[in-house]
Structure formats: structure tokens, C-alpha cells
């Protein structure tokens, strides 16, 4: 494995991460059950992305300084890609959440705990995953072109069935767990589980509250089964792949909450995600005839973007214009 990261690099990534963790749960009470309110979450997101933008400019000045302005430049614009990527596919993420938490009538306040715990399992579940896909595509080359059809195909499958509602009461993974596990049917608190005198005896219960973390946990490894391939695209260094990856998912809870209130404001997002995923399929599938320059792909990705939320919100003003104009 090839990487710029030394283990005083690794040890400092590390503690920064941990630092901010433990900020958000302890000193701004991220355990503890309350509303988050959208300046909260507006805040959190401003501080999540200065932190990510700052890390950037601390690697590139290293670089500059031991491997040359060279060097820096190619990471660092790896980097702020693969964080645009990871940033940008995961309101497809947060879209999920929305759906799951709305189903279940889950309450703001006990909204927080869940995606406290769900962002935990997603640092350790896509830590495991990079190391495990950069030593895989080191070994097998041809694992990129796998990637690279795979994300084609679902970034087509995503345009196709992006207006599609989906069913949660028939979902498997959800009829599944009521088949297995005793559940319910009011939630109690932020307990995931709890105990009740049934017939003389303590049985235990699980709570929805618990069936929703479930659900996060495995919404989050479906999302990292796309996105991580995606930031292969851009560089298979693991050292680039996973700061870039860890800081875009420590941002996403406060985004989810900042997001929460406007998600029907772009409605034509989830082409532009779409799309993406079909260009990262085709750059990775091209990866060894026409490679891409990475500030080419940094250009491409946030145009999409760009002009997917654009759109979006004139599609909205224009719906609202002719709704006030109906008499």
C-alpha cells in the first residue's frame, strides 16, 4: 500500500477526530436527548467543514514543504475531491434517514442519539472497509473496472427509480427483525430496550427506537458499498481515501438535521447524484486509457452538484408561482 501517511500522520488524524467527537457528545450534550435546532445544526455543519478545509491546508503545507508543491498539490485536490464525492452522496444518505425516522414517528429530540451511534458504527464499519478495498485493488488491478461498472449500473438504476416511493412496511430487513425480535409498539424514551412483566414473566423488548438504529446502520453500509468505490476513482492512497471519507460522514449528522426541514427542496438532487456516479463509473472504467486529471473530475463533480440544487430550487419557485397564480 502506497500512502504519504506517516504514523505520526495517522496518530494526529486520529486525534483530531476523537477531539471533536468528544466535544460534540460531551461539552455540546450530543448524548443527551433534545431538539436540535437548525442554528445548532447550521453551526455544527459551518464547524465540521472548516475543521475538514483546515486538515486540507495543514496536509498540502506539509507536503509542500517535504515532498514538493508538486506532490501537495495532486493530495490536497485529492483530498477536497474525494470529500465532495463522500459529502455529496451522502444526502442520498440523509434522504434514508429522513424516510426511516418519519415512518417510525420518531421525535426530533430522540432523532440525535440514533445518528450519534449510527455515525460511530460508519467510522468503524468504512475504516475496515478502505483498508480491505485498498489491499484488494493493490493485489487485483482489475477490481477497478469492477468498481467502475458497478457504480455505472447504479448510478443508472438511481436515475431510473428516482421518483420511486419505497414501501418500508414491506421491507425485509424490517419484517425480518418484528419476525425475530419482541418489539413494541410505542417507544419509551431513548431506550432501545426495555423489560415487561408478561404472564408472571420479564420478557424483553425491543423498542422502534432500536429497529431505526438498525436500519441507519445498514442503510449507512449499502451507501458505503457506493461510495467508497467512488473515491477509488480519484486516489487509492488509504491515507486520502479515509481522512477524506471520515470527515465528510463526522459532518453528516448535523447536516441531516440542518437538511431535515428543506429535503423537499431538492427534488431533482438525487439525479444529480445520479449522474455523478455514472461519471465516476466512466472515469474508473477509462482509469488506464483516458485518465482524468483529478481538478478536472473536482470541476466536473461540483458542477453537477452545483446545478442539481440550482434547478431544484428554481423547479420549486416556479411550482409555487403558478400554485399562487391558480385561482
Known sequence: METIGTWWMWAGFFTIVLAMLAIDL???GGG????VSVREAAGWSIIWVAVSLAFAGALWFYLD????REIANQKALEYITGYLIEKSLAVDNVFV???LFSFFAIPLELQKRVLVLGVLGAIVLRTVMIFAGVWLIAQFHWLLYVFGAFLLITGIKMWWFADDKPDLAQNPAI????RHMKVTD???GERFFIHENTGG???RYATPLFLVLVLVELSDLIFAVDSIPAIFAITTDPFIVLTSNIFAILGLRAMYFLLADMADRFALLKYGLAIVLMFIGVKMLLIDVFPIPVLVSLGIVAAIIGTSIVLSLRQRGTARAVASEAP
Do not use: C
Not at 443527551?32 to 431538539?35: A, D, G, L, N, T
Not at 514543504?65 to 514538493?68: H, L, P, Q, S, V
Open 32 to 35: 443527551k436527548q433534545h431538539r
Open 186 to 188: 410505542s417507544l419509551h
Open 65 to 68: 514543504g517535504t515532498a514538493g
Open 201 to 203: 414473566k420479564w420478557v
Open 97 to 99: 434517514w429522513l424516510m
Open 175 to 178: 419484517r425480518w427483525l418484528r
Open 26 to 28: 460531551v461539552v455540546v
